[in-house]
């Protein structure tokens, strides 16, 4: 019974071809049908019969390597090339090397200043490039808290040698006065009390002749200086701020203390304008300019409020704009005797030389500065003249001047015209 149901299966197979196998054949009965294909382009296999698909091995491209290799090798290129850079540079700043290194500047130290704020002094006036390699010296040297407190000349080619040498070096103190650098004060002026290398003079800071020498030729890193032209009679005229300075320098030598009491006033006038630096860029006027025309205001109303202060400058600057209508000069009295009485000169006279004054005639109050950035709007005035109260009056046109005038002489108020 059994051996013809196997027969009857078998013939089935062979009559149908496709029919279903009803029979569990072993694994690999038809192990010789594995993979095999015929080239005919049509299935060799019976319906149904899935061959196991051959795994072919893909070719690797050289491409990808040869690109991988050259990234690598530019990479290390790269960051050798700037470790090396930074080892040079480092090398550099601790040698003092020129082309790592500013001018020499003399920097003031601040008393109680620790390591890291001093590194960041030296960075600031281009003495060093790397405040903390600079530390790391200083800790390596064991020189923290070795450093003296004052002012200091460093920069050039000065190595992290010298500039410690230097901060450790304790000079006699010359004890200094307060010295009172006052508003309208000038390096020309003839007058002791308004003469800014007397005040200095008289106050033991350095003689009158080195501090001229060093408005002459001395170099202050500061952007402003840059405008002033080489016409001017004393290049850093207007530019020494008026205030009262505790000029409290441990140097020795007085060309030194001229360099920093010049250098104290001009960081001065800096940290003052800053805050107006945007508004002096948009007032159509240089920084020089700006200077000069506060320069006039402040002799012209030193004193006096600061809204009369704005006012004389709205004057100026109306005349200013306005040359056609008969108003090229500015006609500012102060300016006829600059540089002195016996010493005048028609570039700055405003009687003689057309609009602003080649530079400017004395040093200026803040609030001189301030009026010359902002001057009074829609002031629509040409003429001012005072009484011997100091007292201003306006007028439009110059009959109007004058009248004023002829009012305040027979009131017995008059002082003199403007």
């Known amino acids: 019974m059994q051996n013809n149901d196997l027969n009857n299966q078998t013939d089935g197979i062979e009559e149908n071809g496709a029919t279903e196998e009803k029979v569990n054949l072993e694994e690999d009965a038809f192990i010789i049908g594995k993979g095999f294909t015929i080239d005919s382009g049509e299935s060799a296999q019976p319906s149904g019969f899935k061959p196991e698909k051959t795994k072919k091995k893909k070719k690797k491209s050289g491409m990808p390597v040869a690109i991988k290799a050259i990234i690598w090798i530019l990479s290390i290129l790269i960051v050798s090339g700037g470790l090396a850079y930074g080892i040079i540079f480092a090398a550099a700043d601790y040698m003092g090397l020129a082309f790592a290194r500013g001018e020499e500047v003399t920097v003031e130290i601040e008393k109680g200043s620790s390591t890291a704020q001093i590194a960041e002094q030296l960075k600031e006036c281009g003495a060093i490039k790397m405040p903390l390699l600079f530390r790391v010296y200083t800790k390596l040297k064991h020189y923290d808290g070795k450093y003296y407190y004052g002012p200091h000349t460093v920069g050039g080619e000065m190595g992290y040698g010298g500039l410690a040498k230097e901060l450790m070096t304790q000079r006699a103190q010359i004890p200094q006065k307060n010295v009172r650098i006052p508003e309208g004060g000038s390096i020309a002026n003839g007058d002791a009390k308004l003469n800014i290398a007397s005040a200095l003079e008289e106050n033991g800071v350095c003689t009158k002749d080195e501090f001229l020498s060093e408005v002459r030729d001395g170099k202050f890193d500061y952007d402003f200086l840059k405008e002033i032209p080489d016409t001017v009679i004393y290049r850093l005229e207007g530019y020494l701020f008026p205030d009262t300075y505790d000029f409290n320098f441990n140097y020795d030598d007085s060309k030194k203390r001229a360099h920093a009491a010049i250098d104290l006033m001009l960081k001065e006038l800096n940290e003052k304008v800053k805050p107006y630096s945007e508004a002096i860029k948009n007032s159509g006027y240089s920084f020089h300019e700006i200077i000069t025309l506060a320069s006039m205001i402040e002799l012209e109303a030193g004193g006096s409020s600061a809204e009369d ?104 108020k008059w002082l003199i015209q403007k």
């Open 309 to 412: 202060k704005a006012n004389v400058a709205a004057v100026f600057y109306n005349r200013l704009k306005h040359p056609e209508k008969g108003f090229a000069k500015l006609q500012s009295d102060p300016t006829m005797e600059y540089p002195d009485k016996e010493h005048k000169d028609d570039r700055y006279d405003t009687y003689k030389c057309n609009g602003l004054p080649i530079g400017p005639v004395c040093s200026p109050s803040l609030d001189s500065i301030k009026a010359a950035i902002n001057p009074t709007p829609d002031f629509d005035y040409y003429y001012f003249v005072t009484d011997n109260t100091m007292k201003f009056y306006y007028n439009k046109t110059l009959q109007g001047h004058n009248s004023t005038i002829s009012k305040l002489k027979n009131e017995g």
